[in-house]
Structure formats: C-alpha cells, structure tokens
C-alpha cells in the first residue's frame, strides 16, 4: 500500500510536493487542486497538503526566522513548497524521525530544485529541529 512505507513515504512527500506547487502556481486553495485530481492522492500526502495548508502561516514564521537572509516570499517555490512540508512534519508528525524528515526534504531539493537547494533545505531545516526538536539527532 502506497504510504505505508519508506518509499510511499517518499512518493507521497513528492505527490505532496507538486499539490502544494501546483495551487501555489494556480493562485488557488490547494483543497481544490487535490479534488481535481484524477487519481485521488495516497492519504499521506493529502495529510501533508492540508497540514501545510492549514499550518502555512506559522510554518511561514518560522521559515522567516530560520531562513537566514531570506524571506518566504523571495525562495524558489519548489524550495518553499520542500521547506514547508519539513516544517509541517518536524512540528506535527512526532512519528516521523527527525533525520527522516531532513534526509527526504533535502532529497526532494536535489531531485527538483537547483543544485545549491539541498543544502539550503537542510541548513533552514536543521536548525528548525533543534528549536523543535530539542536533543534529537539526525537518526531519531
């Protein structure tokens, strides 16, 4: 079953990556880009799409403060979209280790993004989990 483990994990994050992109590019609620789906998304993406959705302007606050140099609004989208999603789950999804968290963001900058981006992602994202995630190392 898609979502169940590692690999759906990461198929859905990817799902989850290009729903939030897609609504982002389209100016519109990324609920109704997932109803236009024609192959409705594995239900882990959609928790991540609605989370983010929902989280979007405290996930924005603290992007803004860990994001040295940088505001949301002036990132890549698909770098915003990657960051996002990491946020989400380091604050909202306890059951997903945190070096898990970082390793398929960083994964999805590099697959998507630009060559620089994977080490952004896990600079921005490394320094979130030790505010959010106090003693926890890359393998919890």
Do not use: C
């Amino acid at each position: 079953m898609a979502g169940s483990g590692g690999g759906g994990r990461r198929l859905a994050r990817e799902r989850a990556l290009s729903l939030l992109y897609e609504a982002e590019s389209k100016g519109v609620p990324v609920g109704e880009v997932v109803a236009a789906q024609p192959v409705a998304p594995d239900e882990f993406a959609v928790t991540l799409v609605n989370g983010v959705a929902e989280q979007t302007a405290g996930i924005d606050e603290v992007l803004n403060r860990f994001a040295t140099g940088w505001r949301v609004e002036r990132m890549a989208a698909i770098d915003r979209a990657v960051l996002r999603i990491g946020v989400f789950e380091l604050a909202h999804r306890p059951d997903t280790p945190t070096g898990v968290v970082l390793a398929e963001a960083v994964a999805l900058a590099k697959k998507f993004s630009t060559a620089e981006s994977g080490r952004f992602v896990n600079g921005v994202l490394a320094r979130v989990a030790d505010e959010l995630r106090p003693g926890a190392t890359v393998s919890d």
